[in-house]
């Protein structure tokens, strides 16, 4: 199995820039999540999906942060405008389902707003 | 809401056996998880207690008491390999019928020789 696949690894962008950040969960999870993390704030989760249905958005910063799940295999966490603030490693992690404990991580994008 | 404090940085040296203590407050607590990170990347799944006592995996042990709201993970026969960012993290259960994770702030192993 190919993993939880994350695109891109880094983006460097400029303030004001839209941001998209791009997840596929391993095939077969019905659960994803977005995580955050910085060394202020450690590993924080935006959002959290249930059978592509958004259950938790309350980590969710602002409105200037979107998330999306079209379909099983595709998510789409966008900032728009970016802040140098959002500079960060966002992560997405996929689980079997809503009663299993172990969640995979993807590798994670780099983010950098200038 | 949740909170969870676990040390900052423990050092240890390799061979030896290192004990990384957690404990948590939260409501609608469901269980306590541990996952590790090395420098740069993932965070990836050590072990699972949602009953109280120890669960063994290997070199890996984890131990929870409900009561006392109060988890540690524990390894053996340490291993250069280990150092890395380990962190415990409570699940509860969402109103939605899903499963949260709020991470602790990580505990930096250091192994040396």
């Known amino acids: 199995d190919a993993g939880v696949i994350q695109s891109p690894r880094h983006e460097v962008t400029e303030m004001g820039q839209e941001v998209t950040l791009r997840c596929k969960p391993i095939?077969?999870?019905?659960?994803l999540f977005w995580y955050r993390q910085t060394m202020m704030r450690g590993l924080e989760l935006l959002i959290y999906?249930?059978?592509?249905?958004?259950?938790?958005d309350s980590g969710m910063p602002e409105d200037r942060f979107s998330a999306k799940m079209p379909n099983a295999s595709f998510s789409t966490l966008k900032i728009q405008p970016s802040e140098p603030r959002d500079s960060a490693v966002y992560f997405c992690?996929?689980?079997?389902?809503?009663?299993?404990?172990?969640?995979?991580f993807g590798p994670g994008t780099r983010l950098t707003v200038l | 809401g949740q909170s969870l404090e676990q040390p900052s940085e423990v050092t240890a040296v390799e061979g030896a056996i290192v004990q990384i203590n957690c404990t948590y407050q939260?409501?609608?607590?469901?269980?306590l998880s541990w996952y590790q990170q090395h420098d740069g990347g993932a965070p990836t799944f050590l072990s699972y207690?949602?009953?109280?006592g120890l669960e063994e995996t290997g070199r890996f042990s984890s131990f929870l008491s409900r009561s006392d709201s109060y988890g540690y993970l524990l390894l053996q026969e340490l291993q250069m390999k280990d150092s890395a960012s380990y962190f415990c993290?409570?699940?509860?259960?969402?109103?939605?019928?899903?499963?949260?994770?709020?991470f602790g702030t990580g505990t930096q192993l250091k192994v040396e020789l």
């Open positions: 939260t409501s609608g607590f469901y269980g």
């Open positions: 992690a996929s689980s079997l389902g809503p009663d299993t404990d172990t969640q995979y």
């Open positions: 207690n949602a009953l109280d």
């Open positions: 999906f249930n059978n592509n249905v958004p259950i938790d």
């Open positions: 993290a409570v699940r509860d259960r969402l109103g939605g019928g899903g499963n949260k994770l709020t």
């Open positions: 095939s077969g999870h019905n659960s």
